[in-house]
C-alpha cells in the first residue's frame, strides 16, 4: 500500500470531531461512533486516498457521480474562473448568467432532439420535486387538473425530498415520516432475479410492464399525470430490466397520453453508454431528471430535461411557472458543468464506455457466474451487479439475516476498493475514465473479497 501524509490532524482525532458534530446522511450515527467514519482526504483518477494514506480503488465513481475521475484541472479552471468573475447571480427576475445559458445550449445539444430546455435545480432530489410541481402544472394547463398521479416503482430510489422519498419506493424511507404524499403510487419493480422465475426475459418484461396498465386502470387513466422509473434502477441494486421493458412501457403511457418521466441522475451522460440511458434502453421520455455526471460530482448541480410536448405548453400557454430555487442556474455549477460536458465530448468517453470498457467489463463480470458465491450477474455500460446466493444449483438467497452483503463489503474496505452492497447485491459504477488495465486490477480485489468472503461463510456453516 502507498502511504502519503496529508494532514497534521490524526484519523482519531477527525473521528472524534466527525462522531460529536457531524450527522452523516442515511447513518446510524451511535453505530458510526462506535467504529469511526473512513476519513477521506485526496483523490486522482480512479483512486482515492484514506487519511492513514491508505490508497483506494473507487469503483463507486464517489456516489455514482464523479464521471470523469478525480483531478480534472478543466474543472477546477472553470470553476476558479467563475468565482473570481462572478460567484453569483439570481436567475429570477429577468436575469441570466452565460454559464447558466450556455450550460442550457450544451445539455440540448447532447440531449435526445425534442429536449430543448432545461430547469436547474441543486440537486436529483430537488430536482425531481421539479417534476412533481411540472407534470401536475402541465395537466393543469390544459384543463385537466384531476390528472394529478404519479406511478413510480418499488425500490426506485429518486432522492430525499419529500417528494423525492415518496417517488421512490424505498419502504424504509416511506416508514419515516409518513411518506408517500398523497397521489403516488408504486408498482412492482422489473427485477427479473426475484420476481421473473421460470420466465424468459422477454416475458418477464412484457408482464413486469403490464403492471402499469393494470395500475392504470385501477386509477384511472384520467387521473393519472405521469410514469417515472430510472432506465437501470441504480440505488435498488444495479437492476437491469429486460429490453422488451421500457418500449412496452412507453408504448402504454403513449396509449393513455400519460407523461413519461426518466430519472437520469446516474443514467445520464454517458454511464451507460449513450448520453442518457433512456437512449440505451430504447424509449422516448417527456422529461429526464439529472445530477451528479453532469458537474462529474465536483459541485452539486442538477435539474430537468424537459421536452417539447411539456416545453410547449408552459412556454406558450402557461405563463408564470411559480416555482424554483436561490441556485436554479447556479454559475459557478453550470461553468463546471459545461466544463465537464467538454470534457467527456474530448476524451470521447461515451464511444469509451460503448465500445470499449463497457463491453469489456460485462465480459469480465460474466466470468464471475463460476464462483461458488455468485448466482447472477446483470451490467449496462459501466454499471454492474453480483448476486450472492446460499445455494448456486436453486439460487437461492442467504438468510437476509447474515448479512452476507456486508460481510463482503468489509472485505472490499479492507482490500482496498469501493463496492456498494444492497442487500445481498453488490454493485459497482466505477469513473467512465477507467481503462481495460484497471478493470483488471479492479476484477482482482473483487475476486479476492468474493474468496474472502466465501472462507467466511464456510467457515460459519452458511452453505448449503
Ligand atoms: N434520482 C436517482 C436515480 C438517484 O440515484 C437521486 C435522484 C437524488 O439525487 P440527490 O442529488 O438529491 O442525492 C439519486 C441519488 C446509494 C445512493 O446509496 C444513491 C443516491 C444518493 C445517495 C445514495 O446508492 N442517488
Redesign the pocket.
Known sequence: MTTTRSTPRSTKDWQAADAAHFLHP?TDHQGLASQGARIITRADNIYLWDNDGHKILDAMSG??CVNVGYGQQDLVDAATRQLQTLPFYNAFFQTATPPAIELAEKLAEVSPPSFRQVFFSG??????DTVVRMVRRYWDILGQPERQVIISRNNA????TMA?ASLGGMSGMHAQGGLPIPGIVHIEQPFAWLHGRGLSDDEFGRQAASWLQDKIVEIGADKVAAFIG?PVQ??GGVIVPPASYWPEIQRICDKHGILLVS?E??TGFGRTGHWFGCETLGFKPDLM?F??GVTSGYIPL?GVLVGDRVGRVLVEQGGEFAHGYTYSGHPVACAVGLANIRLIQRLGLVQHVHDDVGPYLAAAFEALRAHPLVGDVQTCGLMAALQLVQDKADGNAFPESLGVGMVCRGHCFREGVIM?AVGDRMIIAPPLVITRAQIDEMMTLIRRCLDLTLADAQRRGWLR
Request: proline share 0%.
Open positions: 442515511f456516489l455514482w440537486s436529483g432530489s430537488e430536482g425531481n430510489y429518486h432522492g430525499s423525492g430510472e441504480g440505488a430519472d441522475v446516474i431528471t445530477a451528479k442538477g456498494r
